[in-house]
């Protein structure tokens, strides 16, 4: 495959709500979009990074100068490119995982497309659709938080996710357990704001029968996962913490990560996500696929992932209009709590050029 350039595209999406998490409040996606030109196809990639490095170190304008920098220069100089020599080709740059997957996704898009494969097909998706959970946001008031479960659980979400932090863990949990029942499929996300100090207090948390509690504590906390692991009775899921199949085998042999969130972002793009999948099903781990707030182009993503075998856990792959009013692309719709894996080519959805142009901030050619 040889490509012709490289378009890193800005796009401004606004958020039908504002979604806080213990570590910031977002109101509109601003996403870094990665399209590879080549001969026969072109192809599209969604750069997860936030626009505050607050989740993980990377953000949108690291991401592109990165890209600009060193990732797109490497592959230019790449023999014999296809996506498997990404990863290779991009390894001597340390860390940018979010970037890097987004070139990689982009290429592969492209590679596919040619090829007139899916995403799904070439990852081992064995599903044809996903049950999808959603993340429910930190929100001013319990009552809240009750009405925006009420309307996830009637639009046919399977599971519930609650972001949590210190002040707001055990009440929020109590009260949606009250209301709704002990049926509901419901678990906790702390986005790394406790200590293992905190022990006792997750603790409370064990009584309301959650699936799992994720990234309790900092990232680079693994010993201190485990530790929690034998002090509570609630699964420990890793997130930020893993970011490559390495650090998923390695926390699991620790006793850190009952349950792994898989997110193709934050461990370097699919293919090393598939690995992460394949290493976490050798050891018996169940794992789910995580959201970024993403877009249509990623959301497609995603959803191939997350139909893979050991994908046992309902994701965060929500519907198009949990985050967006109008979707880059043809808008993902719940139904009977499943999306529909995309069977066509490639990610098997395309922006929108209407929408795409609307919501595009700026554009960056990068001939090769
Ligand atoms: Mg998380």
Redesign the pocket.
Known sequence: MRLEGVELRRVSMPLVTPFRTSFGTETTRDVLLVRVVTGEAQGWGECVAMADPRYSSEYTEAAADVLRRHLVPALAATPRLDAYAVGPALAPFRGHRMAKAALETAVLDAELRAGDRSLARELGAVHERVPCGV?VGIMSSIGELLDAVAGYLAAGYLRIKLKIEPGWDVAPVRAVRERFGDEVLLQV?A?AAYTVADARHLARLDPFGLVLI??PLDEEDILGHARLAQLITTPVCL??SITSARTAAAAISLGAAAIV?VKPGRVGGYLEARRIHDVCAAHGVPVWC?GMLETGLGRAANVALAALPGFTLPGDTSASDRYFGTDLTEPFVLRDGHLSVPAGPGLGVEPLPEVLRAVTTATEWLPL
């Open positions: 993340s996300d986005n994720e990234q997130d930020e969130n995580g």
